[in-house]
Antibody
Framework: QVQLVQSGADVKKPGASVKVSCKAS????????ISWVRQAPGQGLEWMGW????????KYEQKLQGRVTMTTDTSTTTAYMEMRSLRSDDTAVYYC????????????WGQGTLVTVSS | EIVLTQSPGTLSLSPGERATLSCRAS???????LAWYQQRPGQAPRLLIY???SRATGIPDRFSGSGSGTDFTLTISRLEPGDFAVYYC??????????FGQGTKVEIK
C-alpha cells in the first residue's frame, strides 16, 4: 500500500535550518511528484512547493523562495524539504503529499512533522 | 494568485443532517481543477473530491462536489459521526501557487 513516512518532530532556534524527510513506498516513486504543505498551529493549509521525482524540477511558493530547497533521492525513494533562516512563524506541522494522477491535488499524505522554532 | 473563500466558517449540524459547504474563487478555476479535503483533529488531510465533482478512491457517495468557474460546493448528504471535521477546498488549475481556502469546520450541534 502507498505510504509516506516522515521524519520525527524537531525543535530549532531562530536562524537555524531544518531538513524534513519523507520516505515513500508502495508505488513507483518517480511516477508521481511530491508537494510540501505546512500548517501553523490552529491555522489552515499552506502550499510550499513541488518537486518532480522524475527529473528534480521544482516550483516554490514565491514568498519562500530563497529559504526552501526540495530534493529527492531516488535510490532510497525519499523526498526532502530543507528550510533555512527559520523564524518563529515557521513553527508548523510540515506535510509531504503525493500528486494525484499528474495533477496538483494530493491523494496520499505523510503523517506530518512538527517543527518548532523557539529560542 | 487565486484566492479561495470558504463559507460558512463554522457549520453546526446534527448527525443525519445535510451539510452544504461553499468555496468561492477570486477568478475562474482553470479546467475546474478544484479539490476538497477533510481533516480530522491530529490527522493529515484526506482527499475527498477532485476535478470539482469526482470522488476520490474509497470516498462514500454521501460526499458530492459540484460547481464550475468561481463557485463550488461540497455536499454531505447525511452526516455521520466521523464527518465532523474541518474541510478545505484547493485549486490546482493555476499553479504555482496551489492555493487552499481557509477551511470550514463542521461541528456537532
Amino acid at each position: 500500500q502507498v505510504q509516506l513516512v516522515q521524519s520525527g518532530a524537531d525543535v530549532k532556534k531562530p536562524g537555524a535550518s531544518v531538513k524534513v524527510s519523507c520516505k515513500a513506498s508502495g508505488y513507483s516513486f518517480t511516477g508521481y511528484g511530491i508537494s510540501w504543505v505546512r500548517q501553523a498551529p490552529g491555522q489552515g493549509l499552506e502550499w510550499m512547493g513541488w518537486i518532480s521525482t522524475y527529473n528534480g524540477n521544482t516550483k516554490y511558493e514565491q514568498k519562500l523562495q530563497g529559504r526552501v530547497t526540495m530534493t529527492t533521492d531516488t535510490s532510497t525513494t525519499t523526498a526532502y524539504m530543507e528550510m533555512r533562516s527559520l523564524r518563529s512563524d515557521d513553527t508548523a506541522v510540515y506535510y509531504c503529499a503525493r500528486d494525484h494522477n499528474g495533477g496538483a491535488d494530493f491523494d496520499y499524505w505523510g503523517q506530518g512533522t512538527l517543527v518548532t522554532v523557539s529560542s | 494568485e487565486i484566492v479561495l473563500t470558504q463559507s460558512p466558517g463554522t457549520l453546526s449540524l446534527s448527525p443525519g443532517e445535510r451539510a452544504t459547504l461553499s468555496c468561492r474563487a477570486s477568478q475562474s478555476v482553470s479546467s475546474n481543477y478544484l479539490a476538497w479535503y477533510q481533516q480530522r483533529p491530529g490527522q493529515a488531510p484526506r482527499l475527498l473530491i477532485y476535478g470539482a465533482s469526482s470522488r476520490a478512491t474509497g470516498i462514500p457517495d454521501r460526499f458530492s462536489g459540484s460547481g464550475s468557474g468561481t463557485d463550488f460546493t461540497l455536499t454531505i448528504s447525511r452526516l455521520e459521526p466521523g464527518d465532523f471535521a474541518v474541510y478545505y477546498c484547493q485549486q490546482y488549475g493555476s499553479s504555482p501557487p496551489v492555493t487552499f481556502g481557509q477551511g470550514t469546520k463542521v461541528e456537532i450541534k
